[in-house]
């Protein structure tokens, strides 16, 4: 399954959320606002029907999916991955979630969106602990430091991203200038977007 290349709204738009796959202004983000409660097609809804419990938990997992980026292959093997530890399940899920090298980036306020973050990885301007590294799945750990290469500082929305002075980060990272750290690894209660890992769990234990 190859990644989807499509209008990224159009996501926002299925999942009824802004899923902060495209950087775009405040006037269209105020548009894509109202706009998330109409699916995607001409004619918009032609009538509600109830959704049954598997398409609840379908419709969180597609959205999460999205949300991060990832393929269904890379978003069960996490799952799997997830399900093997002891104690809670969800909780664990969303930590390898969020200890992916491209969603650091992205949390550490050195890239504007997880797409933007793994063309960063992917083009090699990206390096923790000195060590370039070209995988956007690379799990971070505790006390690495993450750097963007001078070609990497260079493009435009990473540019505009290190210029912000009032950037709010999680607390299990801080950066200063193109330079951020892994203070700890992050808790479920560091991750404020809209996600229901239960939903989950209940979809993959089917």
């Known amino acids: 399954m190859a990644r989807y290349t499509g209008p990224k709204n159009r996501l926002a738009r299925r999942?009824?959320?802004d899923l902060g796959m495209k950087t775009v202004?405040?006037?269209?983000?105020?548009?894509?606002?109202?706009?998330?409660?109409?699916?995607?097609?001409?004619?918009?809804?032609?009538?509600?029907?109830?959704?049954?419990?598997?398409?609840?938990?379908?419709?969180?997992?597609?959205?999460?999916?999205r949300m991060y980026g990832m393929l269904e292959r890379q978003f069960r093997k996490i799952f799997a991955k997830a399900k093997k530890f002891r104690g809670n399940t969800g909780e664990q899920f969303i930590q390898f979630l969020e200890t992916r090298l491209d969603n650091t980036l992205f949390r550490m306020g050195l890239s504007p969106t997880r797409a933007c973050a793994r063309q960063l990885v992917s083009h090699r301007h990206v390096t923790v602990n000195g060590k370039t590294v070209a995988t956007p799945s690379f799990e971070v750990e505790k006390d690495q430091v993450i750097s963007l290469s001078g070609k990497g500082m260079e493009v435009p929305g990473v540019k505009k991203m290190l210029d912000e002075k009032n950037i709010q980060l999680p607390g299990w990272v801080e950066r200063k200038g193109p330079v951020g750290k892994?203070?700890?690894?992050?808790?479920?209660?560091?991750?404020?977007?809209?996600?229901?890992?239960?939903?989950?769990?209940?979809f993959y234990s089917r």
């Open 182 to 202: 892994v203070v700890r690894l992050p808790m479920r209660t560091d991750v404020t977007d809209d996600i229901n890992e239960q939903l989950i769990i209940e």
């Open 15 to 17: 999942e009824g959320v």
């Open 25 to 65: 202004g405040s006037h269209a983000h105020a548009q894509l606002l109202r706009r998330l409660n109409i699916v995607p097609g001409q004619h918009g809804v032609k009538g509600k029907r109830k959704i049954s419990d598997y398409g609840v938990q379908l419709r969180e997992k597609q959205k999460v999916k």
